[in-house]
T-cell receptor, first 117, second 113 residues
Framework: GAVVSQHPSRVICKSGTSVKIECRSL??????MFWYRQFPKKSLMLMAT?????????EQGVEKDKFLINHASLTLSTLTVTSAHPEDSSFYIC?????????????FGPGTRLTVL | GESVGLHLPTLSVQEGDNSIINCAYS??????FIWYKQESGKGPQFIID?????DKRQGQRVTVLLNKTVKHLSLQIAATQPGDSAVYFC????????????FGKGTKLSVIP
């Protein structure tokens, strides 16, 4: 099977600090990864598409300077929440598209719960 | 753009009964449809998918029906079990060459033992 991991699973930080979340495809290569945000009892909202070796594509309304995305290898994408504020508290989920897939197979990570105090 | 909705936010069913979860989408060019299950505090888990050139697909205890005329998608779970309790999302990909998923609002399924 295709496994995607996220680290950390939970993080609590103080307002004003930066937090990095990692998304790894463990047993496949992924040129494209996606970052989603989910508020309690709400659906997943796509934040950005992460492309290996190039700049991420952000959805409308998502601040690229606030949510820094780096996709340095075919198995790792990172999301850094800079100068975090309480309103950034959310569940962040990544997904990875398997490179060998002939179609739109995406595999989701388990999510990272961010709490900003 | 694509908007995806679900007809009911919550659904309670008796264990052993069949469950039907519905989803409507707006973009007639939508090409690929997926149902995900999300348990509390976890990421979405793939259940079943269907392409726009099909109207029905069956898996183990699950069936997805696609009605492109009315832009409606449904997930049927046979013999619902307590382990099926979760939030179910439909997700849509707009068209060929696109990989971006648009998620519906979610239906919380509660199974009554």
């Amino acid at each position: 099977g295709a496994v995607v991991s996220q680290h950390p699973s939970r993080v609590i930080c103080k307002s004003g600090t930066s937090v990095k979340i990692e998304c790894r495809s463990l047993d496949f290569q992924a040129t494209t990864m996606f970052w989603y945000r989910q508020f309690p009892k709400k659906s997943l909202m796509l934040m950005a598409t992460s492309n290996e070796g190039s700049k991420a594509t952000y959805e409308q309304g998502v601040e690229k300077d606030k949510f820094l995305i780096n996709h340095a290898s075919l198995t790792l994408s990172t999301l850094t929440v800079t100068s975090a504020h309480p309103e950034d508290s959310s569940f962040y989920i990544c997904s990875a598209k398997r490179e060998s897939s002939s179609y739109n197979e995406q595999f989701f990570g388990p999510g990272t719960r961010l709490t900003v105090l | 753009g694509e908007s995806v909705g679900l007809h009911l936010p919550t659904l309670s069913v008796q264990e052993g009964d069949n469950s039907i979860i519905n989803c409507a989408y707006s973009n007639s060019a939508s090409d690929y449809f997926i149902w995900y299950k999300q348990e509390s505090g976890k990421g979405p888990q793939f259940i079943i998918d269907i392409r726009s050139n099909m109207d029905k697909r069956q898996g183990q205890r699950v069936t997805v029906l696609l009605n492109k005329t009315v832009k409606h998608l449904s997930l049927q779970i046979a013999a619902t079990q307590p382990g099926d309790s979760a939030v179910y999302f439909c997700a849509v990909i707009a068209g060929a060459g696109s990989y971006q998923l648009t998620f519906g609002k979610g239906t919380k399924l509660s199974v009554i033992p």
